[in-house]
């Protein structure tokens, strides 16, 4: 089954714009959860992680957001630029990775 | 340094025959993944090693699936007998080995089957 859930499943922003990215996890077991950014024809690599002890990471344009009782967590890409055009994965980590669906971003110039 | 890196790039395959995809992973990097990613999907686990041992193939889709990893390196994913709902992208990842050490992947192999 699919362990964490991610939404919109698209966006499109204009350059200086805030992206908003949302995901939801059930086991409470995980405990690092990365973001991974994805070009066509790319593998994915990693952008950012947090862990839970921590309510909001920086770094950069992209800061998380996670909300441990809730179990989400969100990225937020402040200042888009067309060059973050790109698929973004959120995942939960337990030594492998379960991904979300995914979410492409276009930024529009 | 050199990043993970994967061959062939792409490969199509009649139905019905067998594939091999390499993985070379970093240098050092005690633990290698690999992930089937189908189009317009997130990545999904198939198989870990560490070292040489394989620790976790429960994500293999059927015994058509085989992965080894013989001499603690470089990891070869073999197909048997590909089906049409074989046709993905097939990435590699490695890592430092501890369990959240980032997992650095490679650019995969898109397999098409005919």
């Known amino acids: 089954q699919q362990q964490v859930k991610q939404s919109p499943q698209s966006l499109i922003v204009q350059k200086g714009g805030i992206s908003i990215i949302n995901c939801a996890y059930e086991n409470t077991a995980f405990d690092y959860f990365p973001w991974y950014q994805q070009f066509p024809g790319k593998g994915p690599a990693l952008l950012i992680a947090i862990r839970p002890d921590v309510s909001e990471k920086k770094e950069g344009r992209f800061t998380i957001s996670f909300n441990k009782s809730a179990k989400q967590f969100s990225l937020h890409i402040m200042d888009s630029q067309p060059g973050d055009s790109a698929t973004y994965f959120c995942?939960?980590?337990?030594?492998?990775?379960?991904f979300g669906a995914g979410t492409t971003v276009t930024v529009r110039a | 340094g050199a990043g993970v890196s994967q061959s062939p790039r792409y490969k199509v395959a009649k139905r019905g025959q067998d594939v091999a995809l390499r993985c070379d992973p970093i240098?050092?990097?005690?633990?290698l993944f690999w992930y089937q990613q189908a189009l317009g999907q997130g990545p999904e686990f198939l198989t870990y090693f560490q070292n040489e041992a394989q620790l976790d193939k429960s994500g293999l889709p059927s015994d058509r699936f085989f992965a080894e990893r013989p001499e603690g390196s470089v990891s070869t994913l073999k197909i048997q007998r590909t089906q049409q709902e074989d046709s993905a992208v097939y990435l590699c990842?490695?890592?430092?080995?501890?369990?959240?050490?980032?997992?650095?992947f490679g650019p995969g192999t898109r397999l098409t089957v005919l």
């Open positions: 240098s050092g990097h005690v633990s």
């Open positions: 990842a490695s890592s430092l080995g501890d369990k959240n050490n980032e997992q650095f």
């Open positions: 995942a939960v980590n337990d030594y492998k990775l379960s």
